[in-house]
């Protein structure tokens, strides 16, 4: 009863002007399709960004999620609160016990692992991955080139899910070329199966969902996922007991070899002695889920930004004429740091339209936020990145505006400020890769083709706005549309 006293006393503290029904609370908001449900989260989010404090509450039935919106407070949650809300573990089929969302006790060793295998000094080996298929991805661009309009999702998330399998296996998906589409079908089939589960309640319950014929489905897709990547791993523990592994060997081949993010894990783990077969599948289904379609929503928001910005694109276009002249080179690793303010471009993107709108946690002793309301066992809390992105507080006034300047002229005003990849001891592990991909993608496309927009601008040159969703991420409702035309 204590217990149930100091939640109600928070929520009273939070106080929300927005209607919540008797037992369902405020889930009523979440019952309609994609579009109304990020619609849902815009709504708390700039309820929470009108107050003071930059908090507001979500009743999900008798369940608390406090919503913050506020860089102080979220940076204080992060750090205190690592557990993950138990809403999460639906999503956990593919991945299992995975870094992701993982029980605190079994993520922290695995996360010791996991840092190092993203050190600059492996990440820089991938590049010639993210060269090469951005070039078969332009390379296909050009029969739709001067057409009708296309999804630029449908590209990128071909481009990133070669570029992911290859780093993360060593093996040529060829998702580009359209080969292996029952891994791809798999894959995706239980990422959106997920999104539809986590958004609809009546679906949450195991003795519900566990008798539907969906769920014996997704079995079958994780058996055929995880039988794939086991063969890979025996294949490659089998190659690595085989190679004399001196120590020379190994520092010749981290050295000048592509390490893949299996190998890393077999090796960082403690080689034979390290992780078992199944938590290897574990963590590397986590880089491959978690590193596919975020990178890919990220780039094609971008994509859809740049067609209603030809001033921002011009710069960038100014930019890449300035590295590469009219050279026909491929890019570098060394050629990124140059790149300035496409990395400004991109970061403005993920501001405006973080690819993860909003991530949770869950509450497990007592933390006093910088305001003095004090957060509760029993409940969770839920950061809205989209929301916090646009806190005038620590945006401005022109805190709604597409400009990638102020990534180079302003300081950061609360290094909470900015959290496309979250922030703290969970951040994002992934997030210069990432940031490589993505840069190395559209510097590839944005040399070779000029992006215009898919629809068409009123009489004060305004598109309309664009119809953003939510299944998991954040995503254009239209899939993305973009055209293409050549500039060389
Ligand atoms: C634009 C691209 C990306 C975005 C916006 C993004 C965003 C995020 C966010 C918000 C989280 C934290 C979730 C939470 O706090 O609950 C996260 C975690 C994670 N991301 Fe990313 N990510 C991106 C790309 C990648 C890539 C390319 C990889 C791998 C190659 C990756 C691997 C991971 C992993 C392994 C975690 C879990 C870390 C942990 O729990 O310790 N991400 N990402």
Redesign the pocket.
Known sequence: RWVKRDVYTLGKQLNSGIWTLPFIGHSYLFFGDNESRMKAFQTFGRDAISKENGLTLLWHGNYLYTIVADPEAAELV?KCCLE?DDI?KMATLYVGN?????PVPI?RP??KV?VPS?SMKYLKHFMSIFVKESNVMVDRMKNITGTGPISAFKYFTAY?MDA?TE??LGYKMGAQEGRNQNFLRAFDEGLAEDAKRLCQPWLHSDLIYNNLPIYARLLKNKDYLWDFVKEVIRTKRKEMTEKTDTEEHIENSSKENLQT?LESLIKLSGGDEGYTEIEIVE?LM???I???D??A???SFISVLLSRHPEVQEKIYEELQQVFADSERLITFEDLPRLKYLDAVIRET?RLY???PV???KVEKDVVLPCGIKLVPGTGVL?N?WALHRNLRYWGEDAEVFRPERFLDTPLTHPAAF?????????????Q???M??KTVLSTVLRRYRILPATTPNSNSEHPPLRLKYDLMMKDEDDFQIKLEFRR
């Open positions: 992060l993950k999460m995975g870094s992701i969302f993982a993520w695995r996360r996991l993203f990133t992911i780093s993360t993010f963590e986590v880089i491959m978690a590193g596919n975020t990178s929503v990220g780039a993920l973080p690819p993860v991530i949770v946690r950061v990145i959290m496309p990849f979250s922030h703290g001891p969970r951040n994002c592990v992934g997030y890769y990432a940031m991909s993505m």
